[in-house]
């Protein structure tokens, strides 16, 4: 039987093809506008499908790790090699937009008049076109199975067709007015937008890659459960919670009355995992139980926790020892 995971990497690696063969079409009708108009608005535009090539089958390569199972090695896992994809395609998309700036600046002391600018100005439109309808679904993909690699190569296609719509609309002032020099402008302007949002996504791969606590819809579910199950026996503290490509990682402390037998605590561990698991996609929980009358249970609590609110504040109603003072957590 097909394991969810193995499924869903299936499902990510079929959109990663979808990118590539988008990307190898996308340079063919590029290339062949560049051809016909000689514009560098254009070249810049088919320079930069280059990019989403290549980018592609980087994330194509980078799924097929995170799709490999935990081992002795890797324990966790690889799903962190889709940051990798992330932070190379941002890169690239910093590189894309540094050639283009440099042969907009070339061009803008050397104006070159453009030809066939109708024809042109439709292939490239075509492309535009091909490049907005597949980087919607490679986002809603990307956002649907949490994949920071299809998320990064949608908005990279997304980022495509801004340039190409700011290249087109140089292409068509330079037909309308005859100014030359407002094709390496708009070109210059197109680079430079570019390089913003390969920042963001650089940042992005950079934070994942640093342990990123989980977004804070997903926090906040995982608070409200706690909390939901908080009463005058039961306390958690010490959440941490990070982010790992498409999985998601969580550890707690469950706080109990010592008197409780192991079985007790372990049915209500297993308990909260199966519900915390139920309300954050892909969620790997470790849940540590601990006598909420021992002082020593409030020596680990970590310098990067999650603050719980109700769920992380003992206040016992009689007391409980000479340690009372100690019970409070987060």
């Known amino acids: 039987m097909t394991s969810p995971n193995a499924f869903t990497h299936a499902r990510l690696l079929r959109f990663t093809w979808l990118s590539v063969g988008t990307a190898l079409a996308t340079i063919a009708l590029k290339t062949g506008a560049y051809l016909l108009t000689e514009s560098v608005g254009l070249l810049s535009d088919a320079a930069e499908s280059v990019v989403n090539l290549v980018a592609a089958l980087v994330a194509l390569l980078a799924l097929k790790q995170a799709a490999k199972p935990a081992d002795s090695r890797y324990p966790y896992g690889r799903s962190k090699a889709e940051y990798f994809s992330s932070a190379v395609e941002g890169a690239m998309v910093l590189a894309a937009a540094a050639f283009i700036i440099v042969a907009a600046v070339q061009r803008l002391f050397a104006p070159h008049p453009l030809e066939r600018v109708g024809i042109g100005m439709a292939v490239s439109m075509t492309a535009a076109i091909v490049n907005a309808i597949v980087g919607v679904v490679l986002l809603r993909a990307g956002r649907r199975y949490v994949s920071p690699t299809l998320r990064a190569d949608g908005m990279h296609l997304l980022t495509d067709v801004v340039t190409s719509a700011g290249v087109l609309l140089g292409v068509a002032l330079v037909a309308a007015t005859g100014w030359d020099a407002l094709d390496p402008i708009v070109a210059l302007l ?51 919670t990070r982010a790992a490509g498409h999985d998601a990682f969580a550890n707690v402390d469950l706080l109990v009355p010592g008197i409780w037998s192991v079985r007790r605590g372990h ?64």
């Open 190 to 240: 197109v680079g430079l937008n570019i390089i913003i949002t390969g920042a963001r996504m650089v940042r992005s791969s950079l934070s994942g890659l640093m342990d990123v606590t989980l977004p804070e819809e997903q926090n906040r579910a995982i608070i409200g459960i706690l909390q939901a199950h908080t009463n005058s026996e039961i306390r958690f503290h010490g959440l941490q």
């Open 267 to 330: 049915e209500l561990a297993e308990d909260l995992a199966d519900e915390l698991q139920a309300a954050v996609p892909n969620l790997h929980v470790l849940i540590h139980v601990e006598p909420i009358e021992d002082p020593r249970s409030y020596d680990d609590i970590p310098d990067g926790y999650v603050p719980l609110g109700d769920a992380g504040t003992y206040q016992p109603r009689d007391p409980v020892g000479p340690h009372e003072g100690h019970m409070q957590a987060d």
